[in-house]
Each structure stands twice: as C-alpha cells, then as structure tokens.
Antibody, heavy 127, light 111 residues
Framework: QITLKESGPTLVRPTQTLTLTCTFS??????????VNWIRQPPGKALEWLAL???????RYSPSLKNRLTITKDTSKNQVVLTMTNVDPADTGTYYC???????????????????WGHGTHVTVSS | QSVLTQPPSVSGTPGRRVTISCTGS?????????VHWYQQLPGRAPKVLIY???DRSSGVPARFSGSKSGTSASLAITGLQAEDEADYYCQSFDDNLSAWVFGGGTKLTVL
C-alpha cells in the first residue's frame, strides 16, 4: 500500500523560503519509473501542479514557478523535498505530494496520473 | 485562468444523471494526451476517479464514467447520490507548457 505524508511549516513570512517534505512508503526511488509530484491548492481555488521528480533524478517544473522551485529526493529516507523561494501571500494554500502512477493491475499507460495523494499540509504566507 | 475549462458548478437530484465537461485545446486533450478525473470531498485530498480517459480507479462505482472526443472530455455520473457532492477536476498534459494541467474544478451539488 502506497502512502504519502507532507510536512512543513504552517506559517511563513513573505520573501522567506518555504521547505516542504514528503515522506512516503510502499514504493522506492530505486525502482525504474517511480516519480513524486507536488501539487498545491489555494483556499477555495483549483489545483495547480508544481513539480515532479523521477527515479533517475530527472525533474520537471511548472513554467510559471520554475525560477522559484527546487525539488530533490533522498532515496535512503524515502523523502522528497520541495523548496520555494521568495514566498508571497499568493502562495498560501494546501500543498500535496502525489505518487506518479501510470500502470494499473492490467497494463501500463503512456500518460501518468496522480495516485495516491497525501493528506496535504496547509501553509499560510503572512507577515 | 485554467488551461482546461470546466463549468464552475453543476447540480442534480438524487437518482438523476449529470455530466461535467472539460474543454481543452490542440496542445493538450486534442494532442492525444489522456484525461484523468479526480474527486475532492470537502476538506479532503483529491482522489482519482477515472484515468486514461475512460478507466475507473479501483473501488469507484460503475455510476462514474469518462469519455473523450477531440479537444474535450466528460465525466458522467448516473444514479446521483448525496455522497457524490464534491468538487471534480479534470487533468491532462499540455505540450506548449510542458506541464501537467488541471481544470478549474466543478462543484457538484446534489439537491
């Protein structure tokens, strides 16, 4: 069974750097194809994909945020860390990590989806 | 402004059928990328309902179905139940952005 859990500060001051950790179980970055995403949701608003890191350390970022984001992994700890620099009140919201899924019990697909998700961690950016 | 467009809200009475549309463009849905659908119950994390355009995730009732045509996709829910009241999001990949994208979300109200 795959589980993910996000952790990090609940309050961050504007212009500071936000560091979030996703700790997971049920899979490993030692396995080809594995990936972990970060997705966020401002209060009352839609989901927004932020970043993805693959088992081979390849990384993808949202083009609108790529200059502020860094995603890293620690294979031995089963953790993924997302850092966001120069935060702003607009960065307030719930941050989720989600497992990259592209296979079901019958076959694999050419395009992946997010499953499962962690419960999320809420971050407020305010002075 | 989301890359994928969904109606902000839909509603229906118990037992009826509702559909939620997801309109994209030639750089995402129209380019052949799969559409996936997520259900987000109030105060909860999203969970996948439909992946690969039409395939139901494990444990999802057959009342939920997905379809795709051209640059659009739809989620249909038949036999509406009170427990279906939630926010629903479509998701795909966009070539121009080289990024995974979501729709703006649709709030389903069961009257």
């Amino acid at each position: 069974q795959i589980t993910l859990k996000e952790s990090g500060p609940t309050l961050v001051r504007p212009t500071q750097t936000l560091t979030l950790t996703c700790t997971f179980s049920g899979f490993s970055f030692s396995t080809t194809g594995v990936g972990v995403n970060w997705i966020r949701q401002p209060p009352g608003k839609a989901l927004e994909w932020l970043a993805l890191i693959y088992w081979d350390d390849d990384k993808r970022y949202s083009p609108s945020l790529k200059n502020r984001l860094t995603i890293t992994k620690d294979t031995s700890k089963n953790q993924v860390v997302l850092t966001m620099t120069n935060v702003d009140p607009a960065d307030t919201g719930t941050y989720y990590c989600a497992h990259r899924q592209y296979c079901d019990t019958n076959r694999c697909y050419p395009y992946d989806w997010f499953d499962p998700w962690g419960h999320g961690t809420h971050v407020t950016v305010s002075s | 402004q989301s890359v994928l467009t969904q109606p902000p809200s839909v509603s229906g009475t118990p037992g009826r059928r509702v559909t939620i549309s997801c309109t994209g463009s030639s750089s995402n849905i129209g380019a052949g990328y799969h559409v996936h659908w997520y259900q987000q119950l109030p105060g909860r994390a999203p969970k996948v309902l439909i992946y690969g355009n039409t395939d139901r995730s494990s444990g999802v009732p057959a009342r939920f179905s997905g379809s795709k045509s051209g640059t659009s996709a739809s989620l249909a829910i038949t036999g509406l139940q009170a427990e279906d009241e939630a926010d629903y999001y479509c998701q795909s990949f966009d070539d121009n952005l080289s990024a995974w994208v979501f729709g703006g979300g649709t709030k389903l109200t069961v009257l």
